[in-house]
């Protein structure tokens, strides 16, 4: 997990710089594991309304690619970037870093529904300085670390 997490984080500063070398490098997904990614795959579901879009069996516990949509054709259609959940052999990890940051449009529902399908959240989501945006950091039941974040509403100038 630490070698696809230096991974995804070379990517994302890859992508920020300034310089990018080719202007066809672009985001392909984003990658979390857990012991069982059938379970967490439901549990991405019910908390978040995504649905298998892929799968590929491999040795250990298919690895498993979850989409937003209304259905799961609609998750399918969804041209926007999966997250992939993939087989590891222990839950047992102490990752401080939130991996997956999701946009929210109401906190509290997003933590009702994250708690109803198995997570935990980590404190109440609390407001970020005086920007107007809520931010919350839940854990799904593999125990990794997602960041919710509310942005602040338009104001109706």
Do not use: C, W
């Amino acid at each position: 997990m630490k070698r696809v997490t230096a991974i995804a984080i070379a990517a994302a500063a890859l992508l920020m710089a300034t310089n990018v070398a080719s202007a066809d490098v672009t985001m392909n997904s984003i990658r979390v594991a857990g012991t069982d990614t059938v379970a967490l795959a439901k549990f991405y579901q019910s908390a978040f309304g995504m649905y298998e879009v892929n799968r590929i069996d491999v040795p250990g516990g298919p690895e498993i690619f979850v989409n937003f949509g209304a259905t799961a054709e609609a998750a399918k259609a969804n041209k926007g970037l999966p997250i992939v959940l993939m087989h590891r052999d222990s839950d047992s990890m102490k990752d401080p870093i939130a991996h997956v940051l999701l946009n929210v449009t109401d906190m509290m529902a997003t933590v009702a529904a994250i708690k109803a399908a198995g997570g935990t959240m980590d404190g109440e989501p609390r407001p970020f300085r005086n920007t107007g945006i809520v931010i919350g950091i839940a854990t799904d039941p593999a125990g990794n670390r997602i960041e919710l974040i509310q942005r602040a509403a338009a104001s109706g100038r």
